[in-house]
């Protein structure tokens, strides 16, 4: 793992805060520092959605604000096992919804480089504090490309393995059928190493995989000779930026020229523009029924009411944010009896004939590789989340491998105008060792220098 | 192992939440949505409402989209992966938080219980 002492981390933490905005909470740091273990001494930062015992843990929701956990996630318990140190807690979209960090509590998270832009989200704390070498290590989730995306904006190697790959008992969920842990590194093989500590089943969560975990980071190999590597022709075909488009080409050719196999693919366009209506259907709807628990009672920050129901009242409308709320009515709505086969159901079979598709893409390929995100990350003052509208597919793609479960990484590519931007290389399910080792060969191949201005 | 495995299928597809609107107000007029809001648990302002008058446009344009697919046939994708994972553990105890520690995060907590605004009056 890139050396970085806890001494050093925890200084670079206090220096980047005041212009990143991306620590939400930071961690009380250990008398001793582990000298056994995989990631013995590693400062590691944890997406605030992540479980910490005793240390305050806020989904970067109002209603969470006071929330002191008194256990740990399997996540947490196991890094802490293979020796890691918990330095702080990061920002994130309010419970995991939203693209940009910028519905945050604690207010927007800054691009490290350039602090006007968004660090793309929800998993944006953790992946700028990657980016100002804060940390070598920040765990992230990612429903629908909330690892992948912010990783292309900020220029890391974000991580999303297969759906169940990483226990989830401890997570503040936000889609249950979407949900997956990640992490954050700058390069593949820290990623390698991060997954061995991570991974594996644990009766607590019971979606969680028994397929045994290897030894990712030992057996590596970069080399590239004879890999299949097909590439997602109708999404990177809608690059508009010259320099991601050229850079793209250019990554085709060395591909080539180390000796990779490389095919063009091609989806069905009308399946692609499905994607963005058929995520949000059953992301809204799991995520209104995943947070009913959410109501100050037991647990949050309670609001005073004459009845119990006007304390869950209170205290769930002044806790989440509007556009959080907005999301629970849609989502509900498409719970409804008289909506669930025209609305929810009908999105799970949606999802399930382009979950097809995508894996027919696999049938004579190691890996399918495409654009990360179309674009370099956009100004702050330019973005809104778009609440429920049509989205261009080539924005959300990388919700194909929440779809299927599939894992898949996205890597830096190069720099147009100063600013990051990436590819994204998806395997099948559970073939991580296969996806870390092209990803490898990739990351040589690129040879990204980009450095944050901060 | 396999004896206790579910039918993973059938046993989730019972679990799916069936909500009732019962609603008897005009579709998507200010009154429907606070009604909607409120059964959340939660209210909206005037301009929430407004906003999402507007969602819900979009929210309807894509049952169109939806409609224009053929899933004749198709079974819902509840989860990823069809493999079992979920079985029924072992009736033993494990993980016992003591009650000081179950309580700790509630805001109001009297007699070892959490305590809430008076429900009968």
């Known amino acids: 793992m890139d050396k970085t002492t806890i001494e050093q981390s925890a200084k670079r933490l206090s220096e980047v805060q005041p212009s990143l905005n991306a620590v939400v909470t930071f961690a009380e740091l250990p008398d001793e520092i582990s000298t056994q273990g995989k990631l013995a001494g590693i400062p590691v930062v944890l997406k605030d959605n992540i479980i910490t015992n005793g240390l305050r843990t806020t989904a970067s929701s109002g209603i969470l604000d006071n929330y002191i956990p008194v256990y740990d996630s399997i996540v947490a318990k196991r890094l802490k096992e293979a020796g890691a140190v918990i330095m702080a807690k990061a920002s994130m979209d309010e419970l995991g919804m939203g693209g940009t960090n910028r519905n945050a509590f604690t207010g927007p998270v800054h691009n490290p480089y350039d602090l006007d832009r968004i660090s793309g989200g929800s998993s944006g704390g953790s992946a700028v504090l990657v980016a100002s070498k804060a940390v070598p290590l920040a765990i992230g989730t990612d429903t629908g490309d909330s690892i992948r995306k912010p990783a292309a904006f900020c220029g890391v190697v974000g991580f999303k393995p297969t759906y169940g790959r990483i226990p989830r008992y401890g997570i503040i969920p936000y889609a249950s059928s979407l949900d997956t842990v990640g992490t954050f590194t700058r390069s593949v093989k820290d990623a390698a190493l991060a997954l061995e500590v991570l991974a594996g089943r644990d009766d607590h969560d019971m979606t969680s995989s028994y397929e045994e975990v290897g030894e990712y980071s030992e057996l590596l190999n970069d080399d590239l000779k004879g890999k299949k590597i097909g590439i997602l022709r109708t999404v990177s075909d809608e690059i508009k930026n010259p320099d991601i488009k050229a850079a793209f080409d250019q990554l085709v050719d060395d591909l080539k020229n180390a000796g990779a196999i490389v095919s063009d693919l091609e989806m069905d366009r009308k399946l692609l523009e499905l994607i963005a209506p058929v995520y949000k259907t059953i992301a809204n709807a799991e995520a209104t029924a995943n947070h009913s628990n959410l109501d100050g009672i037991r647990f949050g920050v309670r609001k005073p009411g004459e009845s119990v129901e006007d304390v869950m009242t209170a205290s769930r409308t002044e806790g989440f944010s509007s556009y959080v709320r907005a999301r629970f009515v849609i989502g509900s709505y498409s719970l409804f009896e008289e909506n669930q086969d025209r609305l929810f159901r009908k999105a799970q079979k949606i999802r399930r004939l382009i979950s097809e598709a995508y894996a027919r893409l696999f049938e004579d390929q190691d890996v399918v590789l495409t654009i990360a995100a179309p674009d370099v990350a956009p100004k702050i003052e330019e973005t809104s989340e778009v609440r429920f509208g049509i989205d261009r597919f080539e924005e959300e793609h990388m919700q194909l491998a929440n779809f299927t479960g599939y894992p898949s990484i996205v890597l830096p590519l190069g720099l147009s105008d100063g600013l990051p931007f990436g590819v994204e290389l998806t395997a099948r399910p559970f073939e991580e060792q296969k996806l870390l080792d092209t990803a490898a060969g990739v990351e040589k191949v690129i040879d990204f220098q980009g450095e944050p201005t901060l | ?121």
């Not at chain 2, 192992?1 to 799916?16: A, C, F, G, I, T």
């Not at chain 2, 553990?89 to 959490?114: C, K, P, Y």
């Open chain 2, 1 to 121: 192992m396999d004896s206790r495995l579910y039918n993973k299928q059938e046993k989730r597809q019972d679990r799916q939440p069936v909500w009732k609107g019962n609603l008897k107000v005009e579709k998507f007029s200010s009154e429907y949505f606070r009604k909607l809001a409120n059964d959340l648990k939660f209210d909206l302002s005037d301009e929430e409402i407004e906003a999402l008058k507007k969602d819900f446009l979009a929210v309807e344009k894509q049952v169109e989209l939806f409609d224009t697919i053929d899933t004749d046939g198709v079974e819902p994708m509840i989860y990823p992966f069809e493999t079992p994972t979920v079985f029924l553990r072992e009736d033993e105890i494990v993980d016992v938080l003591d009650q000081d520690d179950a309580l700790s995060n509630a805001a109001d907590v009297r007699m070892g219980h959490v305590h809430v605004p008076k429900v009968v009056k």
